[in-house]
């Protein structure tokens, strides 16, 4: 990835191989006629592990605001029991600022990656992923937030050690 400065990313495209350590870009599957001719299906294959002995499933909705770019990005989470899967009602393009963990279990900055996703694009981050919240680089989102929840709290919150700034190129 193309560093700035320390402490800067550029916003590289978000696929699915560049992504692949921290999750899956979820693709869709092909579409096809179902309910009788009265609706069409399309799937997108995810896999949704947890960590949780008494795992119940929770969907929320996202009303995202945009970021202006460049953008700083002072803190991650991560989730150590769930994934997480952010699937788009709208058309935007998500900013997704991940890192693993280290040793110590809070991010790893030399794993640092910044993407830039494409409209329409849905981000599973594995369990235990370092991640930014969810924003957008020009355009409000809308979307559908799946993921396990169970008996233990399961969102960690570790600010940077020092600010990330993420940007377009050029």
Same mark, same amino acid.
């Given at each position: 990835?193309?560093?700035?400065?320390?402490?800067? =990313?550029? &916003?590289? /495209? *978000?696929?699915?191989?560049?992504?692949?350590?921290?999750?899956?870009?979820?693709?869709?599957?092909?579409?096809?006629?179902?309910?009788?001719? !009265? #609706?069409?299906?399309?799937? &997108? *294959? #995810?896999?949704?592990? =947890?960590?949780?002995? $008494? /795992?119940? &499933?929770?969907?929320? !909705?996202?009303?995202?605001?945009?970021?202006?770019?460049?953008?700083?990005?002072?803190?991650?989470?991560?989730? @150590?029991?769930? #994934?997480?899967?952010? &699937?788009?009602?709208?058309?935007?393009?998500?900013?997704?600022?991940?890192? *693993?963990?280290?040793?110590?279990?809070? @991010?790893?900055?030399?794993?640092?990656?910044?993407?830039?996703?494409? /409209?329409?694009?849905?981000?599973?981050?594995?369990?235990?992923?370092? =991640?930014?919240?969810? $924003?957008?680089?020009?355009? /409000?989102? =809308?979307?559908?937030? #799946?993921?396990?929840?169970?008996?233990?709290?399961? $969102?960690?919150?570790?600010?940077?050690?020092? @600010?990330?700034?993420?940007?377009?190129?050029?």
């Amino acid at each position: 990835m193309p560093v700035l400065a320390a402490g800067a =990313h550029v &916003l590289r /495209p *978000l696929t699915a191989e560049a992504f692949r350590p921290f999750g899956q870009v979820l693709v869709a599957d092909a579409t096809y006629t179902v309910n009788l001719g !009265h #609706a069409d299906r399309t799937d &997108l *294959l #995810a896999n949704l592990a =947890h960590r949780e002995t $008494t /795992p119940q &499933l929770c969907l929320s !909705h996202f009303d995202v605001r945009p970021m202006a770019l460049p953008a700083t990005i002072t803190e991650l989470e991560a989730h @150590p029991y769930t #994934a997480q899967v952010f &699937l788009p009602i709208t058309e935007s393009r998500p900013v997704v600022v991940v890192a *693993l963990a280290g040793a110590d279990g809070r @991010p790893d900055p030399e794993t640092l990656a910044a993407f830039l996703g494409a /409209p329409g694009q849905a981000i599973l981050y594995d369990a235990g992923v370092w =991640h930014a919240g969810l $924003t957008t680089a020009s355009d /409000p989102g =809308h979307f559908l937030m #799946a993921m396990w929840r169970g008996s233990r709290p399961d $969102t960690l919150v570790e600010p940077l050690f020092r @600010p990330l700034v993420v940007d377009l190129a050029g």
